[in-house]
């Protein structure tokens, strides 16, 4: 399952998780999937997509940044692609209904 993960740094201060990330690596557990990130231009937000099979495998790397300074939302997502293949057969249902008025 996908995640977004919106990392918050205290203060708009990168710097200590920056500093955590080159001393230690990012501290992901086995199972845990790092995709990519983006950061803010102000420094307030982090955006991860992460991926992994078990929710817990995200708690334990949340609680792995204790004391950093920084806090998480995370959010399940869905790629748009799959969306897109769920929402098909209501959109052709849609244009059959539109059609019969």
Not at 9 to 32: N, W
Not at 39 to 45: A, S
Not at 53 to 71: E, M
Request: net charge positive; with cysteine; aromatic share 10%.
């Amino acid at each position: 399952m996908l995640f977004m993960v919106v990392e918050r740094f205290k203060d708009q201060d990168p710097i200590p998780v920056y500093a955590q990330v080159e001393a230690s690596g990012r501290r992901l557990p086995p199972g845990l999937t790092y995709h990519a990130s983006w950061i803010e231009p102000n420094f307030d937000r982090c955006f991860q997509l992460m991926e992994c099979d078990d929710a817990t495998l995200l708690q334990q790397w949340v609680l792995s940044w204790r004391g950093t300074g920084v806090s998480f939302e995370i959010v399940p997502v869905v790629p748009s692609i799959a969306t897109r293949q769920t929402v098909a057969p209501f959109l052709a249902a849609a244009k059959k209904k539109r059609k019969k008025r």
